[in-house]
């Protein structure tokens, strides 16, 4: 009998190892991963308020601003359909390449539509600032740049999640 008990214990305890050693090392690997993505980012955020000058810190923040709506604007959820279109089927590599493609594609034409708003509605909104042209063209081509690169990274950032590769995808957002 006291066998029959210390075989049960035995077999609910390997059970409950098998079912938490893997999360909890896939807890570690976020808390570890985060942790750094947001001590690098509040340090460079830190960095940019107390070196930069305060009219040029408002230059970074409004190009900054802008970039984060140029990003959602161009991608209106077309990263996030990634994830229900493959459901399970996280192993056939063609058929994510196939939805990655579209996406792409969807990606670039709401680009295309957005970048020349932003090129003609950023100088309007910011020509009472008193930056010169060629500070508010290098602003448009700073935007036009980071939110090509945003959404290029969007599109493949999606996979990683969905491949389950998160320390590639963490090193990716820390760049």
């Given at each position: 009998?006291?066998?029959?008990?210390?075989?049960?214990?035995?077999?609910?305890?390997?059970?409950?190892?098998?079912?938490?050693?893997?999360?909890?090392?896939?807890?570690?690997?976020?808390?570890?991963?985060?942790?750094?993505?947001?001590?690098?980012?509040?340090?460079?955020?830190?960095?940019?308020?107390?070196?930069?000058?305060?009219?040029?810190?408002?230059e970074y923040a409004v190009v900054f601003g802008f970039l984060g709506t140029l990003t959602v604007l161009s991608d209106i959820g077309i990263s996030g359909t990634l994830l229900p279109l493959v459901g399970e089927r996280i192993d056939d590599f063609q058929l994510i390449a196939d939805y990655v493609a579209s996406l792409r594609?969807?990606?670039?034409?709401?680009?295309?539509?957005?970048?020349?708003?932003?090129?003609?509605?950023?100088?309007?909104?910011?020509?009472?600032?008193?930056?010169?042209?060629?500070?508010?063209?290098?602003?448009?081509?700073?935007?036009?740049?980071?939110?090509?690169?945003?959404?290029?990274?969007?599109?493949?950032?999606?996979?990683?999640?969905?491949?389950?590769?998160?320390?590639?995808?963490?090193?990716?957002?820390?760049?």
């Amino acid at each position: 009998m006291n066998s029959y008990i210390t075989y049960l214990r035995t077999g609910r305890a390997q059970a409950w190892k098998a079912f938490l050693v893997p999360k909890l090392r896939r807890m570690a690997v976020f808390l570890r991963s985060q942790g750094i993505a947001t001590a690098g980012n509040l340090l460079y955020g830190f960095l940019c308020v107390r070196l930069l000058p305060i009219p040029d810190y408002a230059e970074y923040a409004v190009v900054f601003g802008f970039l984060g709506t140029l990003t959602v604007l161009s991608d209106i959820g077309i990263s996030g359909t990634l994830l229900p279109l493959v459901g399970e089927r996280i192993d056939d590599f063609q058929l994510i390449a196939d939805y990655v493609a579209s996406l792409r594609q969807l990606a670039h034409w709401t680009y295309i539509a957005v970048a020349p708003l932003i090129a003609f509605v950023f100088p309007l909104l910011v020509r009472h600032q008193g930056w010169s042209l060629k500070v508010v063209a290098a602003m448009v081509a700073i935007l036009l740049v980071a939110g090509w690169s945003a959404r290029a990274s969007g599109n493949y950032s999606a996979v990683l999640i969905i491949r389950r590769d998160l320390t590639v995808w963490y090193r990716t957002q820390m760049i």
